[in-house]
Nanobody
Framework: QVQLVESGGGLVQAGGSLRLSCLAS????????MGWFRQAPGKEREFVSA???????YYTDSVKGRFTISRDNAKNTVYLQMNSLKPEDTANYYC?????????????????WGQGTQVTVSS
């Protein structure tokens, strides 16, 4: 069983930056694929970024060049550095873990989910 706790969300002006963190409990964090998803009010949850056990990274097109995903296995933590934020980035951001180490843009492929952290970008 893996428990995920996100932090780092908040209110920021357009053009600003935030760094989200996701702390995982349990063993074998380094063997999990990790992902970030987001859900805005009235919209479906969407893929943002993912990182595999061996540090392959993936991004949705709308955040490429602005967001960076990384992981620190010694700290059982995955990060999402978000720069040049836009109002359309406003959403609740969720961290997810996938057994087996691979990454995926499909939320159904993830086994564990955090509670989310709210990101609000003002114009």
């Amino acid at each position: 069983q893996v428990q995920l706790v996100e932090s780092g969300g908040g209110l920021v002006q357009a053009g600003g930056s935030l760094r989200l963190s996701c702390l995982a409990s349990g063993r074998a964090f380094s063997s999990y694929g990790m992902g970030w998803f987001r859900q805005a009010p009235g919209k479906e949850r969407e893929f943002v970024s993912a990182i595999s056990w061996n540090d392959n990274t993936y991004y949705t097109d709308s955040v490429k060049g602005r967001f960076t995903i990384s992981r620190d296995n010694a700290k059982n933590t995955v990060y999402l550095q978000m720069n040049s934020l836009k109002p359309e980035d406003t959403a609740n951001y969720y961290c997810a873990a996938r057994s087996g180490g691979g990454s995926s843009r499909f939320d159904r492929m993830y086994d564990y989910w955090g509670q989310g952290t709210q990101v609000t970008v003002s114009s």
